[in-house]
């Protein structure tokens, strides 16, 4: 189990999931915001969520047959019983979201919207350092970071321009448009958790990850927007980040109807060198589409990309490059998705799949059934039932379940 902990670190350092969503969320919307009140000119607003669940995680030596080294062996990760063997395991955790407190201050000057964003992240659980899982031991503590730290200006006939720390474009629309976004979804280390689980990440898209970047986002035109910048590049696994910095770009379109739909595409380009000492480039693109009639709702979301692993921009878990060869990972995968409202319930079905093809060749597979009760319009009751696999090709296939059952409150 020494191998399963060793990744189990590594993910939680190099990643740091559980920082993602929440501000990506409560972003969106300023409904979102608990409180909110004028200082002179500047109107301040600050809002977050709380979230917790009970995990119960389904482990056996016979369903890890990689030897628990891929995404749903994970899951397994530090579970085992007095003879050393894997076994079942169950936690009170964060689920994919961490809690938050978000804080902004906007104001209008000489014509100019402005606005500065400062989002800080918690979590339920005690963590080691720099985030990393450490243990239940007594007189732990939880980590709190500022992740999200940014300013926007603009005019509503020019565009905005944003400058600071944020999500990126690349695989943003599939995350926050996950169902499991509420809840858990894929599990990850349930023996010993940090401050999120994985929800889809891995499974049907890659981490769309934190960015120092530079964007110009246009106006609104009849539903159509576009967006694109500069980021500061990745490291990666298996390469370092070049002189120059990467790219992205999005555009989206979204109409109000009987049927009510958005679409979008984005793109991400970034040139390495790898420790191989060759010349390559992490990049990759995504299509996504949401459509809704009525109470139903229908989700598809396709990405490929090279440079990178079915998780993480640059490669974390498995690596990005060939250490000999320089040569990229090649990955592809998608998502599908279907909810239908009944009163104050929603019902889901979420399909991911995911595939590396050059590197580290392995396909990874999961499926989700969820429920989620409105039981205020701040507070949401939920009950999911996660079933995740991932086959090493020519080494053999982890499988791993889990069951959750929780509430978020969002104020």
């Keep these: 189990m020494k191998k399963h902990v060793s990744l189990k670190l590594t993910l939680f350092s190099g990643l740091a999931i559980c920082t993602i969503l929440t501000a990506a969320l409560l972003g969106l919307s300023t409904t979102a915001l608990a409180a909110s009140w004028d200082a002179g000119d500047w109107k301040l607003s600050l809002g977050g969520n709380i979230n917790a669940f009970y995990v119960y995680t389904f482990c056996d030596k016979d369903d890890l047959g990689a030897g628990g080294t891929t995404l749903a062996g994970l899951s397994c990760a530090g579970a085992v019983d007095k003879n050393g063997n894997p076994t079942d395991t169950s936690s009170v955790q964060n689920g994919l979201l961490p809690a938050s407190l978000n804080f902004s201050a906007s104001t209008t000057q000489e014509g100019w919207d402005i606005k500065s964003t400062v989002n800080v992240y918690y979590g339920i659980d005690s963590v080691g350092t720099n985030g990393n899982s450490g243990g239940a031991d007594a007189l732990k503590f939880s980590t709190v970071d500022a992740r999200q730290v940014y300013l926007t200006f603009g005019k509503k006939e020019l565009g905005t321009v944003k ?146 692993d079915s998780l993480a921009i640059g490669g974390l878990v498995f690596p990005g490059f060939d250490a000999v060869t320089g040569d990229p990972e090649e990955v592809d995968g998608y998502m599908l998705q279907t909810t239908y409202t009944i009163g104050k319930v929603r019902l889901g079905v979420n399909w991911a799949w995911s595939e590396q093809k050059e590197v580290t060749k392995i396909e990874n597979q999961k499926l989700t059934f969820g429920v989620y009760y409105n039981l205020t319009p701040a507070l949401t009751l939920l009950a999911e039932y996660s079933n995740q696999e991932s086959e090493l090709k020519h080494v053999g296939t982890d499988k791993s379940s889990n069951i959750n059952v929780g509430a978020i409150l969002f104020f």
């Design 163 to 308: 400058m600071g720390r944020d999500f990126g474009l690349f695989g943003f629309d599939a995350i926050i448009n996950d169902m499991t976004l509420l809840g858990v979804g894929a599990g990850f280390v349930a023996s010993d958790p940090g401050h999120t689980s994985l929800g889809g990440l891995g499974y049907g898209y890659v981490y769309t990850d934190r960015l120092a970047q530079i964007n110009y986002t246009t106006p609104n035109w009849g539903g159509f927007q576009g967006t694109l910048g500069i980021f500061q590049g990745f490291d990666g696994n298996g390469a370092n980040s070049a002189d120059t910095p990467g790219f992205h770009a999005k555009a989206s379109y979204s109409w109000d109807a009987a049927v009510k739909g958005t679409v979008s595409a984005s793109l991400l380009s970034q040139d390495v060198v790898t420790t191989a000492r060759t010349d390559e480039r992490i990049q990759g693109f995504d299509i996504y589409a949401k459509v809704s009639i009525a109470d139903l709702s229908l989700l598809g979301y396709y990405y490929d990309a090279k440079g990178m």
